[in-house]
């Protein structure tokens, strides 16, 4: 008897948990008869509001939910609900956003947050973006590829893969680096840029860090028993946590430099865009201003400066002015006559 009554009373708490979590919020209430309706529909008979009060204690000791009356509005709401609407409306368009999930990926993900949120906000999240470049085919999601890398670093496990880069041969679309053979490499990072994900790793043979976009690694797999090499190097580099300061354009690595760079007032947007809030801009005149920033020198670097014109002049150290000019002048040489690329 004891036990019958005990398998009923959890069976209350889990349908009365559900109702509340899926009809009731911070702005939205319930009515205690809702509340016995919903149950009666179970054919769970409450018959004495006690009982209920207990159960909302319960709940709140249990499972952190905290239900409140107000008398104003004749109802109980939820004080605390898992998540705020706005919350659940940043996954939802966090997922939709991502260039690297299938579309039907996307839409699976998206119905799965819709059911952390109450009826009245789910409606909110029926959003869909519609991406350029949005890859097409379970074949090339890169979502399993990340859950298996995840697992290998709380693993402290090295893991294998095959890189490929695309091709203009449509027999063979694909080139796949070192041969075809796999690389094996530590994981210790994944770094989003630009809708796309990147690995974070280090090569024991080259005893350096590099970045794999993740969408060209294929038949990843943990090494099993190959513990990560390089945690000592990992932790000094700029890119672990908040030490790293470095600017990584496109993720070409590169040398670090502090460069100054002078521009127009017009594109400070730009400017703060690409290298975050905190950076300061100096003025020099009513028309520029200067910018101190640090960067990994590479070719995406340089590409960027130039699509500014005049509009952004590197002014030290001089080695990044010189690999400017350089950089320049091979473009400039390969539009010359009888130029060669």
């Not at 702005?27 to 509340?35: F, L, N, R």
């Not at 956003?97 to 952390?116: D, G, L, P, V």
């Not at 990843?220 to 990992?234: A, L, V």
């Not at 670097?301 to 400017?324: C, H, N, R």
Request: charged fraction near 30%.
């Amino acid at each position: 008897m004891k036990e019958e009554k005990t398998r009923n009373q959890g069976r209350r708490l889990l349908i009365l948990r559900d109702y509340l979590l899926t009809h009731a919020g911070k702005d939205q209430y319930v009515s205690m008869k809702e509340i016995k309706d919903h149950l009666y529909h179970y054919e769970v008979d409450v018959e004495d509001r006690r009982t209920l009060y207990a159960d909302f204690e319960m709940l709140r000791e249990v499972c952190n939910l905290d239900v409140e009356y107000d008398s104003r509005k004749h109802g109980y709401h939820l004080l605390n609900p898992p998540f705020e609407p706005y919350e659940l409306r940043l996954m939802v368009d966090s997922v939709q956003s991502a260039n690297f999930i299938t579309e039907k990926e996307a839409a699976t993900i998206t119905e799965k947050i819709k059911k952390f949120a109450d009826i009245h906000t789910r409606p909110s999240l029926n959003r869909k973006s519609y991406v350029d470049n949005r890859i097409r085919n379970m074949s090339e999601s890169v979502v399993e590829g990340t859950d298996i890398i995840y697992q290998a670093m709380s693993a402290d496990q090295q893991i294998e893969f095959k890189f490929y880069h695309y091709t203009p041969d449509h027999k063979n679309p694909k080139r796949y680096s070192k041969n075809g053979s796999y690389y094996t490499v530590s994981p210790f990072a994944l770094y989003w840029n630009n809708g796309f994900y990147y690995l974070y790793a280090y090569l024991s043979e080259k005893k350096e860090f590099r970045f794999f976009r993740i969408d060209r690694m294929e038949n990843i797999s943990p090494h099993i028993g190959m513990k990560r090499d390089g945690k000592e190097e990992f932790r000094s580099t700029n890119l672990s946590g908040a030490r790293r300061k470095a600017k990584i354009f496109d993720m070409y690595s590169g040398k670090e430099y502090l460069v100054r760079l002078q521009c127009l007032n017009r594109i400070a947007d730009y400017i703060i865009d690409k290298f975050g809030k905190d950076t300061i801009l100096i003025p020099v005149d009513e028309k520029h201003f200067v910018v101190d920033v640090f960067v990994e020198i590479s070719p995406p670097f340089f590409a960027w400066i130039a699509t500014f014109g005049k509009q952004i002049k590197i002014l030290s150290p001089d080695p990044v002015v010189e690999e400017m000019k350089k950089f320049i002048n091979n473009v400039s040489e390969m539009y010359k006559d009888e130029g060669e690329m």
